[in-house]
């Protein structure tokens, strides 16, 4: 995979597909840039671990809960109404060892209880960074924005992984 890209793959209740697609890790379009720039916004200044609803959407009453960790990886779901809609692990490719870990806490906790055996495959990626998400209480019809949420996500923090080991 180009040095300009991130794969996201995601698991869809009731779908034995997983589901892959290739982002650029800096948007060029304006939309995508502008909801980059809000995740980024929210981020800042935020501490490795929090539980915060997303002030951004006007419509939705959304929390953002984050687990990052040494190494280039970390933990977000998304709640609605104190049920998760979704999960995911990002995967830097920064360090291998902290990489494997956290895709074995994620498959342990979120993949396995709730998907079973068959969902380790949406933690296989070829390079990275890399993310896996699985959509658990998100109805259908919001994956799309699921998929957004994440991708914007990714795209900020895989960039900030990079410049801090100085890659560009």
């Given at each position: 995979m180009a040095q300009n890209l991130f794969r996201m793959h995601m698991l869809v209740p009731g779908s034995?597909?997983?589901?892959?697609?290739?982002?650029e890790l800096s948007p060029t379009n304006t939309q995508a840039e502008d909801v980059c720039e809000l995740f980024h916004?929210?981020?800042v200044d935020k501490p490795a671990e929090f539980r915060l609803r997303l002030p951004?959407?006007?419509h939705d009453e959304i929390e953002m809960e984050w687990a990052a960790a040494p190494g280039g990886t970390a933990l977000c779901t998304f709640y609605e109404d104190d049920s998760p809609l979704a999960s995911a692990v990002l995967l830097s490719g920064l360090d291998a060892n902290s990489d494997a870990q956290m895709a074995a806490?994620?498959?342990?906790a979120i993949l396995e209880p709730i998907y079973g055996e068959?969902?380790?495959?949406v933690l296989a990626f070829e390079s990275y960074p890399g993310i896996a998400v699985a959509l658990l209480g998100a109805a259908p019809e919001r994956a799309r924005a699921m998929q957004?949420?994440?991708a914007s996500?990714?795209?900020?923090?895989?960039?900030?992984m990079r410049q801090l080991r100085g890659a560009n």
């Open positions: 034995e597909v997983i589901q892959a697609q290739d982002f916004r929210f981020l951004f959407l006007k806490l994620y498959e342990a068959e969902s380790k495959k957004l949420f994440y996500l990714a795209s900020v923090f895989f960039r900030q």
